[in-house]
T-cell receptor, first 115, second 114 residues
Framework: EPEVTQTPSHQVTQMGQEVILRCVPISNHLYFYWYRQILGQKVEFLVSFYNNEISEKSEIFDDQFSVERPDGSNFTLKIRSTKLEDSAMYFC?????????????FGSGTQLSVL | AQSVTQLGSHVSVSEGALVLLRCNYSSSVPPYLFWYVQYPNQGLQLLLKYTTGATLVKGINGFEAEFKKSETSFHLTKPSAHMSDAAEYFCAVSAKTSYDKVIFGPGTSLSVIP
């Protein structure tokens, strides 16, 4: 089965630093997502992205966050100035279309640790 | 707005025993319901989903779930647990009017005892 790949698998950064989490969605997919999971808590929706723009975002996704699809294959999440509470597992996901109930394909995640 | 609750953050069953993971949802509009599984150090994998039609849905690895609108439930079952079923299980909901966003429950960790 095709896979969503995420790099790096682990990232450690200092508070206040910028980080970029990278994802390569499945090649024919058109809808892209970022979710995060703080240790011991639920998986939370951050943002969805389609046609080179954000289609929906959560309250978590404030001005410190941005997403980009710079080259037609990568999909990135940037955190401008990391905070301790940004420490979490970040999952990228994609799907082919916006058809209702369509399956989301998730990557294996990037564990971000902010020190 | 949608939300999901999962009764029991941790469930242990013996190998060969019935698996029952409970999920209740809240939605002001007709929901789409999902179960995802997360194995250690892996991403989330879709087990099964309910969108429309038959309320008993079958998924991968012998799992099934039944949508009960009157009970706002979508419990996950498997007749006979296998050691390989040990994982974290997430129930999730999205609204038919905003299917872009999937809301996850807190998860239930399933342990299978030999």
């Amino acid at each position: 089965e095709p896979e969503v790949t995420q790099t790096p698998s682990h990232q450690v950064t200092q508070m206040g630093q910028e980080v970029i989490l990278r994802c390569v969605p499945i090649s024919n997919h058109l809808y892209f997502y970022w979710y995060r999971q703080i240790l011991g808590q639920k998986v939370e929706f951050l943002v969805s992205f389609y046609n080179n723009e954000i289609s929906e975002k959560s309250e978590i996704f404030d001005d410190q966050f941005s997403v980009e699809r710079p080259d037609g294959s990568n999909f990135t999440l940037k955190i401008r100035s990391t905070k301790l509470e940004d420490s979490a597992m970040y999952f990228c996901a994609s799907r082919t279309s916006g058809r209702v109930g369509e399956k989301l394909f998730f990557g294996s995640g990037t564990q971000l640790s902010v020190l | 707005a949608q939300s999901v609750t999962q009764l029991g953050s941790h469930v242990s069953v013996s190998e060969g025993a019935l698996v029952l993971l409970r999920c209740n949802y809240s939605s002001s509009v007709p929901p789409y319901l999902f179960w995802y599984v997360q194995y250690p150090n892996q991403g989330l994998q879709l087990l099964l989903k309910y969108t429309t039609g038959a309320t008993l849905v079958k998924g991968i690895n012998g799992f099934e779930a039944e949508f009960k609108k009157s009970e706002t439930s979508f419990h996950l079952t498997k007749p006979s647990a296998h050691m390989s079923d040990a994982a974290e299980y997430f129930c999730a909901v999205s609204a038919k009017t905003s299917y872009d966003k999937v809301i996850f429950g807190p998860g239930t960790s399933l342990s299978v005892i030999p």
